[in-house]
């Protein structure tokens, strides 16, 4: 890997881009995020929870625009398909993804904050959809797990920076902290996470996924199919076990029924 740098901590492994000067998006750092998060668990062999950070001043400025001044009808679907391809990757990532934002996520770095699970941002970060900015399009699909219709269309049609501040109360960010506070943060939160069942979470993830644009009752009716899976492994007795026996679980990953 060029543009990813990693560390494991237990269970919890944070990953940062790091391309200087502002963590733009290119085919190569697309092709790592691809090729890292689809497998993402032989990266990462202890982990249960990733935090997704960028180096420097900025999570990450958008595409390279330098690849748009090339951009034709003929080479644009091979392009644009490693990008979803990347921000897909992250999304059915096998673990839980914690985007830590500081500076600017606008862009490709929009679509990859929004590919996660969760942001937490530091103070001043801003978030934008520019595309139509430098004649393009794309993010504005990907902002709308961040905020509402409304709010997607302001930004999308402006194409300018909004303060995080201004995104909070629409519940797409977690946390707002201090920018020394962030990774700290974001590093808390997912060791609150980690602490359950590594096969509980990966099922949780598959669940929230598949459920996330369905409707009530086939939704529900996905989610107890999980469950029934679930019931297979050990440490799904484990966890209802070690609660009503008030002790700290023991999970193992373990399958009880085959």
């Not at 032989?42 to 997704?52: E, G, K, T």
């Not at 009808?73 to 673990?95: G, V």
């Not at 590093?187 to 993830?205: D, F, G, Y």
Request: aromatic letters at 10%.
């Amino acid at each position: 890997m060029t543009f990813l740098e990693w560390q494991e901590d237990g269970p919890i492994a944070t990953v940062w881009m790091n391309r200087p000067p502002v963590n733009a998006t290119d085919q190569q750092l697309y092709s790592e995020l691809r090729e890292f998060f689809s497998h993402v668990a032989d990266y990462l062999p202890q982990a249960r929870v990733v935090v997704l950070a960028g180096r420097g001043k900025h999570f990450c400025a958008g595409n390279e625009l330098a690849e748009f001044q090339t951009m034709d009808p003929d080479n644009a679907p091979e392009r644009l398909k490693l990008a979803r391809e990347a921000f897909w990757a992250i999304y059915d990532s096998p673990f839980p993804v914690i985007a830590a934002v500081q500076g600017v996520a606008v862009g490709s770095g929009l679509a990859i904050a929004a590919s996660c699970d969760l942001v937490v941002a530091a103070e001043g970060a801003q978030f934008a959809t520019p595309e139509v900015n430098v004649g393009v399009l794309g993010g504005a699909k990907h902002l709308s797990r961040l905020v509402p219709q409304g709010m997607v269309r302001l930004m999308h049609y402006t194409g300018d920076l909004y303060p995080v501040e201004k995104l909070l109360p629409y519940g797409g960010i977690v946390d707002i902290v201090p920018q020394e506070q962030l990774l700290g943060a974001a590093q808390a939160l997912a060791r609150s996470i980690a602490r359950h069942s590594p096969v509980t979470l990966e099922l949780a993830k598959r669940s929230l996924n598949g459920i996330e644009y369905m409707d009530l009752k086939p939704g529900y009716e996905f989610e107890q199919g999980l469950t029934r899976e679930l019931s297979g492994y050990e440490d799904s007795k484990e966890a209802v076990n070690a609660f009503l026996e008030r002790r700290p679980p023991i999970y193992t990953g373990s399958r009880a029924w085959r």
